[in-house]
């Protein structure tokens, strides 16, 4: 149980075009979402908290107006960066957790490599 | 806000043999939540082992097991028994209580674990 998928797994887009990640709950009902971004060889960066049905939380020095987050239902959240650029060239990973809020864990999903061209 | 800070960048170990990881962290909850994380060359994340800082006993989990010492704000974690299968990027991540916010991880910056058969 507890898996979280995303998709694409790997997408290349053209610089100045928009793209869509998709990361979905599979047997869980996930009431917070999370979207980190991993550069290669380094740490994976929280970039937004994204709760069922309302706005998203971002962190210091994420455009949220480049990184647009929704979370519409209990299984979905998606993750689109508009007018994308060579520098948004990225690993982006989601989690999920779910309502119960004594569950310590976070179930992660394969993560998306973008690549801007 | 807090901090976990991996001192190590790579280790290596003898298939076989034991290696022990350091994570070292700074906050100033009296209760939180700790975790080890492996990210293989897939780039899935899976939880090795937690810790809740209000226990005591340091956790186990077959070869993985931690020392924490909540006065040094010390979280290592040892692998006994190497295998080649261990080999990846491991991560220390730490988390707020519960009732605290959205319990967004703060992660380590990773030590890679290269194991020589």
């Known amino acids: 149980g507890a898996v979280v998928s995303q998709h694409p797994s790997w997408v290349i887009c053209k610089s100045g075009t928009s793209v869509k990640i998709e990361c979905r709950s599979l047997?869980?009902?996930?009431?917070?979402m999370f979207w980190y971004r991993q550069f290669p060889k380094q740490s994976l960066m929280l970039m937004a908290t994204?709760?069922?049905?309302?706005?998203?939380?971002?962190e210091q020095g994420v455009e949220k107006d480049k990184f647009l987050i929704n979370h519409a239902s209990l299984t979905l959240s998606t993750l689109t960066v508009t007018s994308a650029h060579p520098e948004d060239s990225s690993f982006y990973i989601c989690?999920?957790?779910?309502?119960?809020?004594?569950?310590?864990?976070?179930?992660f999903g394969p993560g998306t490599r973008l690549t801007v061209t | 806000a807090q901090t976990v800070t991996q001192s190590q960048p790579e280790m290596s170990v003898q298939e076989a043999e034991t290696v022990t990881l350091s994570c070292t962290y700074d906050t100033s909850e009296s209760d939180y939540y700790l975790f080890w994380y492996k990210q293989p060359p897939s780039r899935q994340m899976i939880l090795v082992i937690r810790q809740e800082a209000y226990k005591q006993q340091n956790a186990t989990e077959n070869r993985f097991s931690v020392n924490f010492q909540k006065a040094a704000k010390s979280f290592s974690l040892k692998i006994s028994d190497s295998q080649l299968g261990d080999a990846a990027m491991y991560f220390c991540a730490y988390r707020s209580p519960v009732i605290q916010g959205a319990q967004k991880l703060v992660f380590g910056q990773g030590t890679r674990l290269t194991i020589n058969p």
């Open positions: 047997d869980f009902q996930a009431t917070t």
């Open positions: 994204s709760n069922e049905g309302s706005k998203a939380t971002y």
């Open positions: 989690s999920a957790r779910t309502w119960d809020l004594s569950s310590y864990e976070q179930y």
